[in-house]
T-cell receptor, first 112, second 116 residues
Framework: TQLLEQSPQFLSIQEGENLTVYCNSS?????LQWYRQEPGEGPVLLVT?????EVKKLKRLTFQFGDARKDSSLHITAAQPGDTGLYLC????????????FGSGTQLTVLP | NAGVTQTPKFQVLKTGQSMTLQCAQD?????MYWYRQDPGMGLRLIYY???????DKGEVPNGYNVSRLNKREFSLRLESAAPSQTSVYFC???????????????FGSGTRLTVV
């Protein structure tokens, strides 16, 4: 069974601070996705990374896939209250009919 | 708006009752899924349908059945609800085909189910 561990589980910061959340596994994934989920809604895809070492930027968010494709990180610069939400990572295995393996999430709260 | 539509949004059941959760997507996606989300446990796959006419078990299928009615619709049935099935249920669809690297997933807004 492939497992994804996210840390920290909870994070509360002030507006303007920087933060990094982590997604780690002992398994290799063919792709890694990050989602953000707001209360009462389903997860929304932010980014997909597929190459070891790949870095993608989405405005103030920077996503990195580990060289060995076992881990990933999400860095947010100058966090804003609108960044508040549950951040989920999900690993995909090429050819796996069982699809994505989700981490348990990081609940981020950005205080004004 | 295009996307995944789930009904109902909220439901309370008594132990032993049955119900069907409905899901429809209008993006012409081939693959559809049912997940449950419990606190601290992320999303766990219940069943999926790689394409119209096929369904397969996911990680936690016990107590559930599914029907892929057509390309658009994928329903989840609880035959005899139990308190352990209290959860938030999400339907999703994806493109391209299941198992493709970097499949793009779209989720519905969820059904909050309480079994008492």
């Amino acid at each position: 069974t492939q497992l994804l561990e996210q840390s920290p589980q909870f994070l509360s910061i002030q507006e303007g601070e920087n933060l990094t959340v982590y997604c780690n596994s002992s398994s290799v994934f063919s792709s890694l996705q990050w989602y953000r989920q707001e209360p009462g809604e389903g997860p929304v895809l932010l980014v997909t990374v597929v190459t070891g070492g790949e870095v993608k930027k989405l405005k103030r968010l920077t996503f990195q896939f580990g060289d060995a494709r076992k881990d990933s990180s999400l860095h947010i610069t100058a966090a804003q209250p609108g960044d508040t939400g549950l951040y989920l990572c999900a690993g995909g295995s090429s050819g796996s009919a069982r699809q994505l393996t989700f981490g348990s999430g990081t609940q981020l709260t950005v205080l004004p | 708006n295009a996307g995944v539509t789930q009904t109902p949004k909220f439901q309370v059941l008594k132990t032993g009752q049955s119900m069907t959760l409905q899901c429809a997507q209008d993006m012409n996606h081939n693959s559809m899924y049912w997940y449950r989300q419990d606190p601290g446990m992320g999303l766990r796959l219940i069943y999926y349908s790689a394409s119209e006419g096929t369904t397969d078990k996911g990680e936690v299928p016990n107590g559930y059945n599914v029907s892929r009615l057509n390309k658009r619709e994928f329903s989840l049935r609880l035959e005899s609800a139990a308190p352990s099935q209290t959860s938030v249920y999400f339907c999703a669809s994806s493109w391209p085909q299941v198992g493709a690297v970097g499949s793009f997933y779209t989720f519905g807004s969820g059904t909050r189910l309480t079994v008492v």
